[in-house]
């Protein structure tokens, strides 16, 4: 089936670097991916996303590419914060039936070292 | 927070027994989406009602059923617990079926 998958399960970074975390898909009919931002005890918030017809899109200190010829999508966190440590997913939206279904990967886990 | 309340936060079941999850939507929003996010992995789809009627269904089997009421809230019922059913359960809401969707907090369910 389907799946939406990332390359690293967690990412330790220094606080003022930049963060990437990568995502591979394999739904090319998804309509559009988003990333979301799940704290300990906390459901997934909304971080950014992307339509299928974009390459980029830039949020405040958050940027998403989106690469369609090697289905690849990244997030880039500018100047990482320690309020930025938590669970990252990446998902793709497809229409199925007449729903609209968020199809997750397993997430990777980052860790801001002050 | 997005406004998207559940309830109850965590609970505790045993193997067989039912449990009914309750998620009140966004003010103004008439989808909700249910999903199972077991410990260490991203969310799954389990289905979505709009306008009170079921609107897609993942892989989950028919002892996962829902209700939607006129005022947008839901339930999630689960029949015949198993062991594997333990996880977090997430409702999140939509203005409409394809739009962003908000997410709850989630309801823990621990099935001894």
């Known amino acids: 089936g389907e799946s939406v998958g990332l390359h690293l399960p967690t990412l330790s970074v220094q606080e003022g670097d930049n963060s990437i975390i990568n995502c591979a898909y394999s739904?090319?009919?998804?309509?559009?991916f988003i990333w979301y931002k799940q704290e300990s005890g906390k459901g997934p918030q909304f971080i950014i996303d992307?339509?299928?017809?974009?390459d980029k899109r830039q949020g405040q200190r958050v940027t998403v590419l989106l690469n369609k010829t090697v289905k690849h999508l990244s997030l880039q966190i500018a100047a990482t914060q320690p309020g930025d440590s938590a669970v990252y997913f990446c998902a793709e939206a497809s229409s199925w039936a007449g729903s609209y279904q968020l199809t997750f990967g397993k997430g990777t886990k980052l860790s801001v070292i002050p | 927070e997005t406004g998207v309340t559940q309830s109850p936060t965590h609970l505790i079941k045993t193997r067989g027994q039912q449990v009914t999850l309750r998620c009140s939507s966004q003010s103004g929003h008439n989808t909700v989406s249910w999903y199972q996010q077991a410990l260490g992995q991203g969310p799954q789809f389990i289905f979505q009602y709009y306008r009170e009627e079921e609107n897609g269904r993942g892989n989950f089997p028919p002892r996962f059923s829902g209700l939607q009421f006129p005022n947008y809230s839901s339930e999630l019922n689960v029949n015949a617990l198993e062991l594997d059913d333990s996880a977090l359960y997430l409702c999140?809401?939509?203005?409409?079926?394809?739009?962003?969707?908000?997410f709850g907090p989630g309801t823990r369910l621990t099935v001894l």
């Open positions: 992307i339509r299928s017809n974009m």
């Open positions: 999140a809401s939509s203005v409409d079926r394809d739009n962003e969707q908000f």
């Open positions: 739904n090319s009919a998804s309509d559009y």
